[in-house]
């Protein structure tokens, strides 16, 4: 399997504050990818990156931000976290230009309180 | 609407049972298609691709339907272990190779 990896696995926190989530790739993949899953509505985009310092919105990328400073790691930062932005965040990687599917790391649960 | 619609579910069949999942897509720019299987709290996992004559991968067969936007996956001889949730996927043409995912069918294969 592709090496990706992501951190932490599970976190609780409060409103207000600020979270980081980290993914991490061994593949030297382009494209890495944030999205969140939630009840109904499935996976959603909240950003992506087509190369170092290169990002992009999603559709749900309000209240989100990203970096991508080295090829292996993609953050995904809340600024300040809010009640909704409680999900399971998947972080994936894929190809360069290939049209194949995606690899995804196993999840890191939220919960903001 | 949305860009990727399939039935819920769940799906309850005995084992040995072929069961048959159906999507439609929204975007005629889609270019890619794939089958994801997930499985409860575990990450999705890439089942197969879709190709325009239709593919098989063992008890697995995909089809697709371009001029009706529509695409299935057939699972033959249900085992227990293919109890999960599918998801459809497709990709729509334009940058980020992005992939846009389906809700997910649920599949229960019972005793």
């Known amino acids: 399997d592709a090496g990706i990896t992501q951190s932490p696995r599970h976190k609780v926190t409060e409103t207000g504050t600020p979270v980081t989530l980290r993914c991490h790739q061994t593949?030297?993949?382009?494209?890495m990818y944030w999205y969140r899953q939630d009840p109904g509505h499935g996976l959603r985009l909240i950003h992506y990156s087509y190369g170092v310092k290169d990002t992009d919105k999603g559709e749900v990328s309000d209240g989100y931000s990203v970096s991508r400073s080295k090829t292996e790691d993609f953050l995904l930062t809340l600024e300040s976290a809010t009640s909704s932005q409680t999900s399971v965040y998947f972080c994936a990687i894929s190809e360069d230009g290939s049209p194949g599917g995606y690899t995804f790391g196993s999840g890191t649960r939220l919960t903001v309180v | 609407r949305k860009e990727v619609e399939q039935d819920p579910g769940p799906f309850n069949v005995p084992e040995g049972a072929t069961v048959a999942f159906n999507c439609t897509y929204s975007?005629?720019?889609?270019?890619?298609f794939f089958w994801y299987r997930q499985d409860c709290r575990k990450e999705p996992k890439l089942l197969m691709s879709v190709y325009s004559s239709g593919n098989e991968d063992g008890r697995f067969t995909a089809q697709l339907n371009r001029a009706s936007q529509y695409i299935s996956l057939l699972i033959r001889d249900s085992k227990l272990s293919d109890s999960a949730t599918y998801l459809c996927v497709v990709r729509v043409t334009g940058g980020g190779n992005k992939l846009t995912f389906g809700t997910g069918t649920q599949l229960k294969v019972e005793l």
């Open positions: 975007n005629s720019a889609s270019q890619s």
């Open positions: 593949e030297n993949h382009r494209y």
